[in-house]
Nanobody, 115 residues
């Protein structure tokens, strides 16, 4: 079993920055793909950014150029640097870890961007 713990959410004004961190522990095998989804009130959960085992990244169009995902393979951690935040970035951000047979999720961390 894999434990996934997020940290770093909070309240910020539009144009500001936040950094989210995610730590995975437990039955980690290899450099598992990791990333972030978010869910805004009344909307479906959507992919924000992901990073593969080799460091290849992918981003939602809405965050390209503003968000940067990175990872530390030795520590099984992934970081999401969020700049130029907008009110529409508000939501609960969930970290995920893709294993051989399942995907594990964290409990989520709230990000609120005020206008």
């Amino acid at each position: 079993q894999v434990q996934v713990v997020e940290s770093g959410g909070g309240l910020v004004q539009a144009g500001g920055s936040l950094r989210l961190s995610c730590a995975a522990s437990g039955s980690i095998v290899g450099r598992n793909p990791m990333g972030w989804h978010r869910q805004a009130p009344g909307k479906q959960r959507e992919l924000v950014a992901g990073i593969g085992s080799g460091g290849i990244t992918n981003y939602a169009d809405s965050v390209k150029g503003r968000f940067t995902i990175s990872r530390d393979n030795a520590k099984n951690t992934v970081t999401l640097q969020m700049n130029s935040l907008k009110p529409e970035d508000t939501g609960v951000y969930y970290c995920y870890v893709i294993g051989r047979s399942r995907t594990d999720w964290g409990q989520g961390t709230q990000v609120t961007v005020s206008s």
